[in-house]
């Protein structure tokens, strides 16, 4: 049985380039995700809800694999977004609002995906799955790039991005910043964590409408 990879099948969205920020068309995918707020390093919501998120993920792939379809369990993802959004480059945790998920094959139905989110919560008592939902999400095009390094280490690549590359390019934010994380900091020394910083973005000044 093949096993199906998300990070092999489009390397173009899970394999950006370290040196600099590159535009990407980002498809509409599916989500199991879980909503919060708060510092990531302190919340207990927050550690809830990875778990919450990996079980019923983990869940969906065995379901798959009982009817011959295997996949590599995606990895995982946040959203976050603040009122102000200094809030990212002064590192002001305490502020942030997220949106912590995991995406799921195309051929898990969403009628699927909240069977497997109900039958998992009656195997284990996770309580943040009670906040779990199916999340359908339409990015579209971003800028991205690979940041290798401590989480706590984003800022100036962040503010490069904010200040510099999507001015240069006329582009404003049309979503909130998206990472994706490729390392599992258990086990990976921080210098060496691998983490894709997404910003969706839109032309800054679009063209006016045309007169008839």
Not at 11 to 29: C, E, I, Q, S, W
Not at 116 to 128: D, G, N, Q, V, Y
């Amino acid at each position: 049985m093949a096993t199906f990879d998300f990070k092999k099948d489009r390397k173009d969205l899970y394999a950006p380039p370290t040196t600099g920020f590159v535009l990407v068309d980002v498809p509409p995918m599916t989500f199991l995700a879980i909503d919060g707020h708060g510092d990531p390093n302190t919340s207990a919501a927050y550690r809830e809800a990875v778990e919450a998120l990996y079980a019923a993920s983990y869940a969906v792939k065995f379901a798959g694999k009982a009817q011959g379809r295997d996949i590599v369990v995606g990895p995982l993802e946040g959203l976050w977004s603040a009122a102000d959004p200094g809030a990212f480059t002064s590192r002001a945790k305490a502020d942030w609002d997220w949106t912590m998920m995991i995406r799921q094959p195309d051929w898990a139905t969403a009628d699927m995906l909240r069977e497997t989110i109900a039958a998992t919560a009656r195997k284990k008592s996770l309580p943040a799955l009670e906040a779990m939902r199916v999340f359908p999400y339409a990015e579209g095009t971003c800028l991205q790039i690979m940041y290798i390094g401590a989480y706590d280490g984003e800022a100036p690549t962040l503010a490069r991005l904010h200040n510099e590359v999507m001015p240069a390019q006329g582009l404003t934010w049309n979503g909130p910043h998206h990472e994706i994380y490729l390392g599992d900091p258990r086990r990976v020394a921080p210098e060496k964590l691998k983490t894709i910083l997404r910003q969706p973005v839109r032309p800054a000044n679009p063209e006016p409408a045309g007169v008839a």
